[in-house]
């Protein structure tokens, strides 16, 4: 009889090695820090808030945390992964210098956040520059999706409340830019509001999509090539105002809650108004059809507004709400674009849904729970957040090609930034080795060699 010794090797544990590194693949985000020219700008964005005699600077220690968070941290300790390993990320803050410069940051208010969205920004247009036919405005728009997220609390934290789901927290409300199905998509603005906050409050998602809308290359702060889409909680005459009053400079498809008019209206479009709703590569959407309300419908909105619905079989088992008609599940978009099939239309605006993934990416990066305590200081912690969501999106839009372009962050860091390496010094240079069997090994050398081919800041 053999006797059983498991399924998996017995190996001896020692703690004394040496010239490894892990998380050795995070040198992509370093790399990618360097030729965004990132390191830079923060810095000068920060220097108000650099003491005479400091040791760090306000810059990379921010960007220390950054990266912590995109590596898989989610508080301000997590950097000491990058603290460990001062090869590949340089010296690197201890945790009460990290804190202070935070507290420091959040006493200044809306003038440290403006620092750093400001260098963001200019840092988004070359990054944008580089990624040439990969960039989100390749196709000459620019698609930013607004939408909330519950960040539940589990202790007591300032501005932490009851939210409608039942459960407790926060309600920021977030900007995404979307890459399309080529890519994945970035943060453009996250505005920190109480878990009791409305999803459908008109000045937060007016201030959300300023926000965002400064985060764009000058070019798309004006003009009809930036579209803002968000849900039905933005369907409020507030904000589609606000939009239609910025008409030559933004387009706008804004879900609307089916009101007893437009439900009395649904009810009245002849069979032949309908025309069949299709799919992203063209094709018709069974079951599905979509049709324009005219008329006193639109009474009381913005000129120029435009209103389609769409109809559709609901799956088997759904069941059906009172707005619904027919046996029809019964949808509505509000749009200012004139110049497309309306069934191209409810498509763009269908495509919304790709939000969802931009939040899950957001959740696993940083924003399943907010670490601090006041406010002020994690509204410096959504900026966190939103610069490691950056790097996240520019190094694949960069980088990466094929599928590997739309990883998510958690398949990023478990492909890719978790790959061991060997740091070897030879003559007066360092090299950092790549384990060869590691897999996605490839995938990082050749992210690496695209790098290397573009050009320097500055």
Partial sequence: MNKRIGSYPRVRIEGGGRTVVSQAGG??????????????????????????????????VLLDV???????????????????EPAVFGPVASDPTVSRLIATLATSGEKALTAIRSARSDVRQR????????????????????DGVLVIAHSEKEDAAATWKKTYGHH?????????????????????????????????????????????PKTYRRGRQTLIRC???????????????????????????????????????????????????GEIRDGAWVAELAGDVLHGWP???????????????????????????ITCFATNTTDRPIAELELR???????????????????????????????????????????????PMLTLTGAARLWEPRRLRLHLFTAAGQLVTTGRRRILRLARH?????????????????????
């Fill in 349 to 395: 605006h269908r495509l919304r849904a790709r939000a969802e993934d931009r939040i899950r990416a957001a959740r696993a990066t940083g924003l399943r729970n907010l670490p601090l305590h006041a406010t002020a200081q994690n509204k410096v912690w959504l900026e966190i957040v939103q610069l490691a969501l950056d790097l996240l999106a520019w190094m």
């Fill in 127 to 146: 990054v944008w520059s580089l990624a040439g036919e990969n960039a989100p405005d390749a196709d000459g728009q620019v698609t930013v999706d607004l």
């Fill in 172 to 216: 920021p409300l977030t900007a995404f830019v979307d890459h399309g199905p080529g890519g994945t998509g970035e943060p453009v603005a996250a505005l920190l509001r109480p878990g009791n906050a409305g999803s459908n409050t008109a000045a937060d998602h007016i201030t959300t999509a300023r926000l965002a809308l400064a985060q764009l």
């Fill in 231 to 281: 849900d039905s909680v933005g369907g409020t005459h507030a904000f589609v105002s606000w939009l239609a009053r910025r008409g030559r400079w933004l387009s706008y498809s804004v879900g609307m809650v089916i009101t007893e008019t437009i439900h009395s209206h649904v009810l009245k479009i002849p069979a032949p108004a309908w025309t069949p709703a299709i799919e992203t590569g």
């Fill in 438 to 458: 590691w897999p996605w090994t490839g995938h990082i050398t050749a992210a690496l060699d695209r790098l290397a081919l573009l050009p320097n800041p500055g």
């Fill in 27 to 60: 040198v992509l985000l370093v790399e990618t820090v360097r030729k965004a020219g990132l390191d830079t700008a923060i810095s000068a964005a920060l220097t108000p808030w650099r003491k005479p005699r400091a040791v760090h600077d306000p810059g990379k």
């Fill in 66 to 84: 950054a990266l912590a968070v995109a590596l898989g941290g989610d508080c301000l300790a997590d950097v000491a992964m990058l603290r460990a």
């Fill in 303 to 329: 000129k120029g507004m435009r209103l389609i619905v769409r109809k559709e079989r609901p799956h088997p088992g759904a069941q059906l709400r009172i707005t619904d008609a027919d046996g029809m599940r």
